[in-house]
């Protein structure tokens, strides 16, 4: 009986082994957030830096599937002098129209990414991103940071304001054509 | 044994319900939110309607140099070339040391007269959490006229020169297109001409901005005054925006010649009926003076 007992215990201790590698599996599609990434981007064309920042972008990626979405408010853009922050979402973003601007995409390489081990790893993106109501499908590259297994992200987007529907007489002079959007998001 | 089972069974449909919903992630299902709280920028152009205050404030640590310039009356025919030949105006520069907090000050050739004042936005306009359906806010002015007077008879004194204003913003934005103001406004003269004319004036002010374009608005501001100073008219002001780059320019039509709170609602002199009316416009430029804190540590 003795035996007996040892033996149902140490079959409940394997089935809880077992099951709690199938937990770990579960848990391994792990999902990362943050609410405070930072966005920031730089449009200068001529002499006046037009340059902001947002530090509010909302971020999710899934680890085992690499499914990957950013969103900002286009109001949350930080400018040197408030005139510009003015014309940026009245007469360029239409901010009250199209209020957000995001992400929605996939790492394609997310099964290189060691989710174990600290170090940067390159990342490749693909997706859709949708400003001033336009979607359009882009890719990136990015690098993946991972230290004490909290990831970081960096990335950039290049973009051509144009190709958005974004229009006003300043787009090409004052205002460059080609935009770098940069990321960087501590999950 | 039983025990076992039981253990065994729960186990199992824990861990396929983990797995169920480990599978149904999503995140594009879920991404859409809306924003969270939307606070109503851009009601008006500028901090000025015309001649009074809007809504606006400048951004904190932005230095905004504004010159406001008055013609002579345009029916005085072609020899004064329509009022053009004469000219007052005032300079300014207004500070914003908070997003809600604002100061400024100006001197005008118009009866030499100093000006400062304080904004203060108390409530802002916006939607979502928390909707609130009009912004509040109150203007204090200071007016010193350092003109000297005629009448030798009585000596004044320094305060004999001030007058006060204090106003109440109420504004509200409906759309991109149309803003509107409600200015209710305290008129306050330390010293008058005579026994029957009182200190105090009240006043009521409105405004309005319609969008036309992108970059052009249109504006109207008139003010009703309940307690009249005998020999002056309401004062109504009809104006365009015009936004470049760092600059909004402000042309418009009005028959008050004064840029001070005092001057222009209680004192103003030209009749539109008369036609006693003078071009007139206002140049802003801001300077940042402090960059945001977001913007101070980032490399481009």
């Known amino acids: 009986m003795k035996t007996r007992a040892t033996l149902s215990s140490a079959a409940t201790l394997l089935v809880i082994v077992l099951f709690s590698g199938m937990l770990q599996t579960a848990n391994g599609q792990k999902v990362f957030a943050t609410k405070s990434g930072q966005i920031y981007f730089n449009a200068t064309g001529a002499l006046v830096k037009i340059a902001a920042v947002n530090n509010q972008v909302d971020s999710k990626f899934v680890d085992a599937t690499g499914q990957i979405i950013f969103g900002v408010l286009i109001k949350g853009f930080k400018f040197e002098n408030q005139l510009m922050e003015d014309h940026f979402n009245e007469n360029y ?66 973009i051509k304001i144009k190709e958005y529907g974004i229009s006003g007489m300043y787009i090409g002079d004052k205002i460059a054509n080609l935009t770098v959007i940069k990321l960087n998001c501590k999950y | 044994m039983f025990k076992l089972h039981t253990s065994l069974l729960s186990l199992c449909i824990l861990g396929m319900q983990l797995n169920a919903t480990a599978q149904t992630i999503d995140l594009f299902a879920d991404s859409v939110s809306k924003p969270s709280n939307d606070i109503i920028t851009s009601s008006f152009k500028t901090t000025r309607i015309v001649n009074g205050h809007s809504i606006e404030n400048v951004g904190a640590g932005i230095l905004d140099f504004k010159i406001m310039h008055r013609f002579g009356a345009i029916n005085q025919g072609g020899y004064e070339f329509f009022g053009l030949d004469q000219a007052t105006m005032r300079i300014g520069l207004d500070y914003g040391i908070t997003k809600k907090l604002m100061i400024g000050i100006g001197r005008s050739t118009f009866q030499k007269q100093f000006d400062g004042f304080v904004k203060y936005k108390a409530l802002s306009q916006q939607t979502g959490e928390r909707n609130i359906p009009l912004s509040i806010s109150y203007v204090g002015s200071a007016i010193y006229k350092s003109l000297k007077d005629a009448t030798t008879t009585y000596q004044p004194y320094v305060s004999d020169k001030f007058s006060f204003a204090h106003q109440i913003l109420f504004a509200r934005k409906f759309n991109d297109q149309f803003s509107l103001q409600l200015t209710p406004t305290l008129l306050h003269y330390n010293i008058v001409e005579n026994v029957s004319i009182p200190n105090d004036f009240y006043s009521l002010g409105i405004g309005f901005r319609q969008r036309i374009s992108k970059r052009v608005n249109i ?20 104006g365009v925006d015009i936004e470049t780059g760092g600059h909004v320019f402000q042309l418009h039509v009005s028959n008050s010649t004064g840029m001070t709170e005092r001057t222009f609602i209680n004192e103003t002199t030209g009749s539109w009926g008369k036609g006693d009316l003078r071009f007139g416009f206002n140049i802003s430029r801001v300077f940042t003076l402090k960059k945001p804190k977001e913007l101070k540590n980032l490399k481009f």
């Open chain 1, 93 to 158: 973003m239409e901010s009250t129209q199209f209020p957000k601007a995001d992400f929605k995409g996939y790492i394609t390489n997310i099964k290189e990414i060691n989710f174990s081990k600290d170090g940067a790893y390159p990342i490749q993106v693909e997706g859709t991103l949708t400003i001033h109501g336009v979607a359009q499908k882009t890719t990136t590259k990015g690098t993946l940071t991972l230290a004490q297994g909290k990831p970081t992200l960096e990335g950039e987007f290049n």
């Open chain 2, 219 to 238: 504006t109207t501001e008139y003010f009703y005054r309940i307690d009249k100073l005998a020999g002056y008219y309401d004062p109504l002001s009809v």
